[in-house]
């Protein structure tokens, strides 16, 4: 079986938390101990799971970065869900389902944020491209805190593709775009798809064509844009207070 290091403490505490993938090996390097490294090894001791001390030198050298706060764990590789899961786990949510796609976003950082976004805001899954766009490493779990163990995500070849098996599903596609009319001022409706593009190119033209709507932040300043992973979050809290108002 392929194995993976990662780490960072929120990102070992909730892969032992959640109990979705095989853990092989803890590696503990730490020092001081708090809530969150006594709950990590407790849960570690509970699976049986063997527990290497480490020197940091060494845990930077296995997981190949400096920030993993002296604790790494030794696990199964990720495991993407199926499109053909989530598209029912957001048409059955009663409190409104949503889906977040990606668009060739690269940086691990961006999309570590916008995983945990879209978990905490309530989506139903998200979705990456298998190519040119930043997959679950150990960066983006870093970034994600961990949300990546809960979050069901897709991976996909062909976003346009994705988009129109997702219209066919009766989501409403959103795509994020500087010329698109407020989410503010736009009605949406359940099940619906947040479709957020690259950093520096947005959504591509085919991606952006095939959107049932383009929408935007009202901003005010000189500088161009919002950063795409606070752009996400902004139009993820306002889709997370529709799906309330939706349940009441």
């Given at each position: 079986?392929?194995?993976?290091?990662?780490?960072g403490k929120n990102v070992v505490l909730e892969i032992l938390r959640a109990g979705r993938r095989t853990v092989?090996?803890?590696?503990?390097?730490?020092?001081?101990?708090?809530?969150?490294?006594?709950?990590?090894?407790?849960?570690?001791?509970?699976?049986?799971?063997?527990?290497?001390?480490?020197?940091?030198?060494?845990?930077?050298?296995?997981?190949?970065?400096?920030?993993?706060?002296?604790?790494?764990?030794?696990?199964?590789?990720?495991?993407?869900?199926?499109?053909?899961?989530?598209?029912?786990?957001?048409?059955?949510?009663?409190?409104?389902?949503?889906?977040?796609?990606?668009?060739?976003?690269?940086?691990?950082?961006?999309?570590?944020?916008?995983?945990?976004?879209?978990?905490?805001?309530?989506?139903?899954?998200?979705?990456?491209?298998?190519?040119?766009?930043?997959?679950?490493?150990?960066?983006?779990c870093k970034a994600a805190a961990g949300a990546q163990e809960y979050l069901p995500i897709v991976q996909e070849?062909?976003?346009?593709?994705?988009?129109?098996?997702?219209?066919?599903?009766?989501?409403?596609?959103?795509?994020?775009?500087?010329?698109?009319?407020?989410?503010?001022?736009?009605?949406?409706?359940?099940?619906?798809?947040?479709?957020?593009?690259?950093?520096?190119?947005?959504?591509?033209?085919?991606?952006?064509?095939?959107?049932?709507?383009?929408?935007?932040?009202?901003?005010?300043?000189?500088?161009?844009?919002?950063?795409?992973?606070?752009?996400?979050g902004i139009l993820m809290a306002e889709i997370a207070r529709r799906k309330a108002d939706v349940s009441k």
């Amino acid at each position: 079986m392929s194995k993976e290091i990662l780490g960072g403490k929120n990102v070992v505490l909730e892969i032992l938390r959640a109990g979705r993938r095989t853990v092989f090996r803890l590696y503990w390097a730490r020092r001081a101990r708090d809530v969150s490294s006594e709950e990590i090894l407790s849960l570690a001791k509970k699976r049986g799971v063997a527990l290497q001390e480490s020197t940091p030198e060494k845990i930077s050298n296995l997981c190949a970065s400096q920030e993993h706060q002296g604790v790494a764990i030794e696990v199964s590789p990720f495991e993407y869900a199926e499109l053909s899961d989530v598209i029912p786990a957001a048409q059955k949510n009663p409190k409104g389902g949503f889906i977040v796609c990606l668009d060739e976003i690269q940086d691990p950082h961006n999309v570590g944020a916008l995983i945990r976004t879209a978990y905490l805001c309530g989506a139903s899954g998200m979705v990456l491209l298998k190519h040119r766009q930043a997959l679950i490493t150990n960066t983006v779990c870093k970034a994600a805190a961990g949300a990546q163990e809960y979050l069901p995500i897709v991976q996909e070849t062909n976003l346009v593709n994705t988009i129109q098996a997702l219209k066919k599903n009766d989501f409403l596609v959103v795509g994020a775009a500087g010329e698109g009319r407020s989410l503010y001022k736009e009605k949406l409706q359940f099940p619906c798809a947040l479709i957020l593009g690259s950093e520096g190119r947005g959504l591509r033209r085919l991606v952006r064509e095939n959107c049932d709507q383009l929408v935007s932040i009202p901003m005010e300043g000189k500088v161009g844009s919002f950063n795409v992973s606070v752009a996400g979050g902004i139009l993820m809290a306002e889709i997370a207070r529709r799906k309330a108002d939706v349940s009441k």
